[in-house]
């Protein structure tokens, strides 16, 4: 059973075929093809949620099924049914999962114990939907009108600042090393790539792409892309007052822009929070590309859900 798991469930050709199908399915979306017509697919939340429920919920439904929303909150799992009670039941109603939740493992043991196929649809481990969405809203740009998406990437720097100890920095480690980009971080010390991620990359067996810096300006030099994400994600807000201390020197600010390459762009997976980690100057310069990244979640998400039933 094909699952979509981490960044690396997809081989480069698959995904080479998951960006294609998602600018086809961008310049052509009234044409999207039924791949999963008369289908049920279910989205299930154990996190709040607005780009990811809506590009899904939309996404499944341009595809020819019909979505099921699933909050946790409003099951048998809140009143202590297993995971794997769970995922058999739901794989006689449904005929994939998209799950939201926090702890990485308990994605693997709906993958493990039910008989759909699981996307990730983020844990605090990895977010793979956003990065494959990152990568393509990129190759839209470096391609030069090709279709090969994929191979524009190569060679690129990517600098990511702030919590560079998060489920989007280790999204991009996995992602930029699949890919060939160079991942440049930029972060206070102790928030180094932990053990979980170092050994992901040593098992798949990648290169090590990255690099670590608590200088925010050696992390950006010669930087194609500068990104961010939230400082106080959802779990952390018992330690926001330390976060934001600690994380201010990172913030994305037009000066921090201007030590990167002259056309580098901005990326946010968003919400954002003005005035922490980004100015809104940066968010609103020609550099920023946050609602491109917004908007291509819905496209890629629909391909990649179409690579895995097809």
């Known amino acids: ?34 791949l999963l017509d008369r289908e049920s697919w279910g989205m299930l939340f154990y996190k709040n949620s607005t780009r990811t429920r809506v590009s899904f919920e939309v996404g499944i439904h341009e595809l020819g099924a019909h979505p099921v929303i699933l909050n946790v909150g409003n099951m048998q799992i809140k009143r202590g049914e297993s995971t794997a009670d769970t995922a058999k039941v739901l794989s006689r ?21 039910g008989s759909v196929p699981v996307v990730n649809a983020l844990t605090d481990f990895l977010h793979p939907c956003q990065i494959y969405t990152d990568m393509f809203t990129l190759a839209e740009r470096w391609s030069g009108g090709s279709y090969d998406l994929v191979e524009s990437l190569a060679g690129k720097k990517l600098a990511f600042l702030g919590d560079t100890a998060s489920n989007m920095a280790n999204s991009w480690l996995l992602g930029g090393a699949h890919l060939g980009m160079e991942i440049s971080l930029g972060g206070p010390a102790g928030y180094e790539p932990g053990e979980e991620i170092l050994a992901l990359l040593k098992k798949e067996g990648l290169e090590d792409r990255f690099t670590f810096s608590s200088d925010p300006l050696e992390a950006v030099k010669d930087a194609d892309v500068l990104y961010t994400d939230v400082w106080v994600s959802m779990g952390d807000e018992a330690e ?17 822009m201007a030590a990167a390459k002259t056309d580098a762009y901005f990326m946010h997976c968003l919400p954002a929070h003005p005035d922490e980690e980004v100015t809104q100057e940066v968010l609103d310069s020609p550099a920023s590309i946050i609602f491109d990244q917004a ?13 895995l039933v097809t």
């Open 240 to 256: 926001a007052e330390a976060r934001l201390a600690e994380m201010k020197p990172y913030a994305v600010t037009a000066e921090l």
């Open 295 to 307: 908007e291509n979640r819905l496209h890629v998400q629909k391909a990649i859900l179409g690579e």
């Open 1 to 34: 059973m094909p699952h979509f798991l981490k960044e690396t469930d997809f081989d480069k050709e698959a995904i080479q075929r998951i960006f294609a199908q998602a600018l086809e399915m961008k310049v052509n979306r009234a044409e999207t093809p039924n």
């Open 93 to 113: 109603y449904l005929h994939g999962l998209v799950i939201r939740c926090f702890d990485h493992s308990v994605l693997e043991d709906f993958a493990a114990e």
